[in-house]
């Protein structure tokens, strides 16, 4: 998805929001999208459709800033660089109107788009439209091969683990989801050392700030003699799972038989990742 051209003007009145280690793209994304929404507070010029789609790409710049070691504060100081700088647009300015026409032209066949990749900093999210099968997944290679994510079956949506079971080998008996306690403790920030020393781990929420979240089992026959077994969460994991931080992981922990496997999901974008599947197309 091309970047959209914002004025310079605008980008030019931004302060230095950090001094972590970043590529341009995502603090650019930001702004351009931040600023198209706040010229639209202000003027009302983009169609429902579009402004919903700047705010997936927004969302999605956010964490990506986040992700490459921003602070929740800096980010909040971009934001109010960008918009005061919008603010002080007149309506009728010519380069707001020439952003507002880029935008209509590059998210119209995004938003239109039926399936779309939203990258984190080690996996990926993939969103689907459709009425069968996955919704939002991000797949696991390791310490086993699984998929994660929200699974269409007819009318039903359910938060689902699949995992492949070898022919002839016993199936996982359970797994549980651990996630960050909202009520207990708040998100952390994470820095980028942190993340480069310890990977998806160091997003994981301390042992006293933690809540699990059982899930019921089934076995599903697949072709070629092959089955799967399949964890289902209630849905309110993930409503709580959207509203984590974008730097945070969750964990699932898989048993079978006395062993145990915990496999981590990074929760990256999957809030714009569900917003995306909403947008009217």
Same mark, same amino acid.
């Given at each position: 998805?091309?970047? =959209?051209?914002?004025?310079?003007?605008?980008?030019?009145?931004?302060?230095?929001?950090?001094?972590?280690?970043?590529?341009?793209?995502?603090?650019?994304?930001?702004?351009?999208?931040?600023?198209?929404?706040?010229?639209?507070?202000?003027?009302?010029?983009?169609?429902?459709?579009?402004?919903?789609? =700047?705010?997936?790409? =927004?969302?999605?710049?956010?964490?990506?800033?986040?992700?490459?070691?921003?602070?929740?504060?800096?980010?909040?100081? =971009?934001?109010?660089?960008?918009?005061?700088?919008?603010?002080?647009?007149?309506?009728?300015?010519?380069?707001?109107?020439?952003?507002?026409?880029?935008?209509?032209?590059?998210?119209?066949?995004?938003?239109?788009? !039926?399936?779309?990749?939203?990258?984190?900093?080690?996996?990926?999210?993939?969103?689907?439209?459709?009425?069968?099968?996955?919704?939002?997944?991000?797949?696991?290679?390791?310490?086993?091969?699984?998929?994660?994510?929200?699974?269409?079956?007819?009318?039903?949506?359910?938060?689902?683990?699949?995992?492949?079971?070898?022919?002839?080998?016993?199936?996982?008996?359970?797994?549980?989801?651990?996630?960050?306690?909202?009520?207990?403790?708040?998100?952390?920030?994470?820095?980028?050392?942190?993340?480069?020393?310890?990977?998806?781990?160091? !997003?994981?929420?301390?042992?006293?700030?933690?809540?699990?979240?059982?899930?019921?089992?089934?076995?599903?026959?697949?072709?070629?003699?092959?089955?799967?077994?399949?964890?289902?969460?209630?849905?309110?994991?993930?409503?709580?799972?959207?509203?984590?931080?974008?730097?945070?992981?969750?964990?699932?922990?898989?048993?079978?038989?006395?062993?145990?496997?915990?496999?981590?999901?990074?929760? !990256?974008?999957?809030?714009?990742?569900?917003?995306?599947?909403?947008?009217?197309?």
């Amino acid at each position: 998805m091309r970047a =959209l051209l914002l004025a310079a003007a605008l980008t030019a009145t931004l302060t230095a929001a950090a001094s972590a280690q970043t590529g341009p793209n995502a603090r650019e994304a930001y702004v351009e999208r931040r600023g198209l929404i706040e010229i639209d507070n202000q003027c009302r010029v983009l169609e429902r459709s579009i402004r919903d789609a =700047l705010q997936v790409g =927004l969302t999605q710049a956010r964490g990506s800033l986040l992700r490459e070691g921003w602070s929740t504060a800096q980010v909040r100081q =971009l934001e109010q660089s960008v918009v005061a700088a919008a603010q002080s647009r007149q309506c009728n300015d010519a380069r707001s109107r020439e952003a507002v026409a880029n935008a209509n032209r590059s998210f119209a066949s995004w938003a239109n788009a !039926g399936t779309m990749q939203f990258p984190g900093w080690q996996r990926d999210w993939t969103a689907r439209r459709g009425n069968e099968g996955w919704r939002i997944s991000q797949s696991i290679d390791a310490p086993l091969a699984a998929t994660f994510g929200v699974r269409q079956q007819a009318a039903a949506q359910r938060l689902t683990l699949t995992i492949p079971v070898a022919r002839g080998a016993p199936a996982p008996t359970s797994a549980r989801l651990i996630m960050r306690d909202q009520s207990r403790a708040r998100a952390t920030e994470i820095s980028l050392p942190q993340r480069v020393a310890y990977g998806l781990s160091a !997003g994981e929420a301390p042992e006293t700030a933690q809540r699990e979240i059982p899930s019921t089992r089934s076995i599903e026959r697949l072709d070629a003699n092959r089955s799967q077994a399949a964890f289902s969460f209630p849905d309110e994991a993930f409503r709580d799972l959207l509203t984590l931080d974008p730097r945070e992981t969750v964990a699932i922990e898989v048993q079978n038989g006395r062993a145990t496997q915990r496999l981590l999901v990074e929760v !990256g974008d999957i809030a714009a990742a569900r917003a995306f599947l909403t947008l009217r197309r």
